[in-house]
């Protein structure tokens, strides 16, 4: 694995600023390692995110998953769940499972592991470290008018132009 390629920069820095709030995990931490129930060679099961602070407008929630570090011109994206309802302020341990019912109208889109789930971190062997940016995007509509047949990509490039506040935490993992 070539390790002199360049560092990627934060998905997030060249986005146009909006307002951060709290996004608080108890199975992760911002800057520590991801432990094995979260990789996909171990139990391949997404984190426990809770979120508060967000805009007093904000009417629904995107949650994602993003490796900036992944040797592609794109990244890779891990988990998208959309249409989260305001109201639902976490998500439970395990939330990221293909045959669990979200709550209300919010669904899965197919990551680029090709699932509707979480998919856990998988560096390359080898290679440096990788981060792992679980985002919460509070926009200010209650639905992206979007299916789960769409990329992450659409999501997060649909969820830019109605996104009210972000808050992000970092994860690594190297194998």
């Keep these: 694995m070539d390790l002199s390629r360049p560092v990627a920069p934060d998905p997030y820095a060249s986005l146009p600023p909006v307002p951060s709030f709290t996004l608080t995990s108890e199975d992760i931490t911002d800057g520590g390692e991801l432990t094995q129930e979260f990789v996909a060679s171990g139990g391949n099961t997404s984190p426990q995110l809770a979120w508060s602070g967000f805009p007093a407008d904000t009417q629904s929630f995107v949650v994602s998953c993003f490796d900036p570090d992944a040797p592609t011109p794109a990244g890779f994206w891990h988990w998208s769940v959309v249409d989260l ?11 990221g499972a293909s045959d669990l019912m979200l709550p209300g109208a919010a669904f899965h889109v197919r990551n680029d ?6 998919h ?3 560096p390359p062997i080898g ?20 299916d ?28």
């Excluded at 309802?85 to 976490?90: D, H, L, N, P």
């Excluded at 592991?113 to 979480?118: E, L, M």
């Excluded at 470290?129 to 985002?135: E, M």
Aim: net charge negative; glycine share 8%.
């Design 85 to 95: 309802e305001v109201g639902i302020t976490a998500l439970e341990r395990g939330s």
């Design 148 to 175: 789960p047949e769409v990329s992450p990509t659409a999501v997060a490039f649909t969820g830019l132009f109605r996104t009210l506040g972000r808050a992000t935490l970092t994860a690594t993992y190297r194998r």
């Design 127 to 146: 290679d440096r470290p990788h981060r792992y940016v679980f985002a919460v995007h509070a926009l200010d509509v209650d639905t992206l008018d979007l």
């Design 120 to 122: 856990g971190a998988e």
């Design 113 to 118: 592991a090709g699932t509707h789930a979480y």
